[in-house]
Structure formats: structure tokens, C-alpha cells
Nanobody
Framework: QVQLVESGGGLVQAGGSLSVSCLAS????????MGWFRQAPGKERELVAAISRRSYSTLYGDSVKGRFTISRDNAKNTVYLQMNSLKPEDTAVYYC???????????????WGQGAQVTVSS
């Protein structure tokens, strides 16, 4: 079973940049598709970005395309999310996830981290 721990996040002004990282333990991250989801208060959890096992393919949510970049380092069992040009509507808890299929649904992912808060002030 894979354990996922997010780090990073925090508070940033609109237009700024922030990054979050996710360390996988208890298993090899290279065995899994990795993704980032977010959930704002009162809203459903939504895909931010996902990346295939060897970084050949990526998937992004429409609202973050061109602003966010997902990457991974399998040697470090770590996946990253670089967030640029942040907007107040990006404010949410960001969750790291691991699964077997590169898909946009929460159902595509089996393992989840505890989440990291990202707050963007206007």
C-alpha cells in the first residue's frame, strides 16, 4: 500500500507562484499514475493534473491549462505541481493521488494524501 504525503502550499497573492510536492512511500511511485486534485469548500473534488508512470503523458483540468505544470521524479518517489499565475479561485485543498489509469475521475485513483492548503489572496 502506498502512503502519500504532500508538502508545500501556503498563502500567495494573486498572480504569484507556488509549488506542492508529494512523496510516496511504502511502494514504488513508478508503478502508479500520479495525480493532483483539489477541493474547495462546498465543491466537488476535481482533477488538477495527472501524469503517466514514465511522464510520457499528462492530463490537465481546463481551468489550469497553461498555468500549472505537473512533473515527477521516480528516483525520488516524488511528484510535483508547479502553479503559476495563481488566481483566488485556485484556493483549495490540494490532494495527491496514485492510481492505475490516467483519468480525470477520482475513481481512477486508489491512494490519497491528506491534502495541502493553497490560498490565493486577491
Amino acid at each position: 500500500q502506498v502512503q502519500l504525503v504532500e508538502s508545500g502550499g501556503g498563502l500567495v497573492q494573486a498572480g504569484g507562484s507556488l509549488s506542492v510536492s508529494c512523496l510516496a512511500s511504502g511502494g514504488s511511485a513508478s508503478s502508479y499514475v500520479m495525480g493532483w486534485f483539489r477541493q474547495a469548500p462546498g465543491k466537488e473534488r476535481e482533477l488538477v493534473a495527472a501524469i503517466s508512470r514514465r511522464s510520457y503523458s499528462t492530463l490537465y483540468g481546463d481551468s489550469v491549462k497553461g498555468r500549472f505544470t505537473i512533473s515527477r521524479d521516480n528516483a525520488k518517489n516524488t511528484v510535483y505541481l508547479q502553479m503559476n499565475s495563481l488566481k483566488p479561485e485556485d484556493t483549495a485543498v490540494y490532494y495527491c493521488a496514485a492510481g492505475l489509469a490516467l483519468g480525470p475521475s477520482v475513481d481512477d485513483y486508489r491512494y490519497w494524501g491528506q491534502g495541502a492548503q493553497v490560498t490565493v489572496s486577491s
